[in-house]
């Protein structure tokens, strides 16, 4: 079984870094094809795609956010963490970690989704 | 960046009939588009991936068309637990984006 779980702090102050935690179960980063994405939704907002780091290293950002953000991996562990630099209010969201599975390297859609986890910026 | 654009903003549906909703891409994604359901307090799931192709365990009465900038999903017979928020997402490009989202509410 698949499973994802996002950790973190709840609250964070204007100009901090955020640092999230996913912690996985069922697959492993390092196989073939695997890729974890970082996804948040403001509250009442749609879906933004922040990040993904893939099976071999490879690692894409929003375009957007690109400056602000890291993610890496320990595949030991099965966790892929992701940090954002700067926060402000506007970053108040959930943030979501999902698995994406692409045997043939073409479908990069997120098939198994972790909870989410909320994080509120503020002084 | 490929902007993905949903409509209706909010279909009303009553139950047992059909819903259709749409998306549009700003430029053609050829068939690599997803449909997303959340409800209220929930994680997305993934409904459909490839344009058409149903994710595991997902109820046959969700399919999916389109190709290359206009796709619709198709909800027949809506079933209470159907009543929820719907995302495409084109992944033919990075960063994949999602459109805005349908709400299907009951009428």
């Known amino acids: 079984q698949v499973t994802l779980t996002e950790s973190g702090p709840a609250l964070v102050k204007p100009t901090q870094t955020l640092t999230l935690t996913c912690t996985f179960t069922?697959?492993?980063?390092?196989?073939?094809?695997?890729?974890v994405s970082w996804i948040r939704q403001p509250p009442g907002k749609a879906l933004e795609w922040l990040a993904r780091i893939d099976w071999d290293d490879e690692i894409y950002y929003s375009t957007s956010l690109k400056t602000r953000l890291t993610v890496s991996k320990d595949t030991s562990k099965n966790q892929v963490v992701l940090t954002m630099t700067t926060m402000d209010p506007l970053d108040t969201a959930t943030y979501y970690c999902a698995r994406i599975s692409t045997g043939d390297l073409t479908g990069f859609y997120m098939d198994v989704w972790g909870k989410g986890t909320t994080v509120t910026v503020s002084s | 960046e490929i902007v993905m654009t949903q409509s209706p903003a909010t279909l009303s549906v009553s139950p047992g009939e059909r819903a259709t909703l749409s998306c549009r891409a700003s430029q053609s994604v050829s068939t690599n588009l997803a449909w997303y359901q959340q409800k209220p307090g929930q994680a997305p799931r993934l409904l459909i991936h490839s344009t058409s192709r149903r994710a595991s365990g997902i109820p046959a009465r969700f399919s999916g068309s389109g190709s290359g900038t206009e796709f619709t999903l198709t909800i027949d017979s809506l079933q209470s637990e159907d009543f929820a928020v719907y995302y495409c997402?084109?992944?033919?490009?990075?960063?994949?984006?999602f459109g805005q989202g349908t709400k299907v509410e009951i009428k």
């Open positions: 069922g697959f492993s980063l390092s196989t073939r094809g695997m890729c």
């Open positions: 997402q084109q992944y033919n490009y990075w960063p994949g984006t």
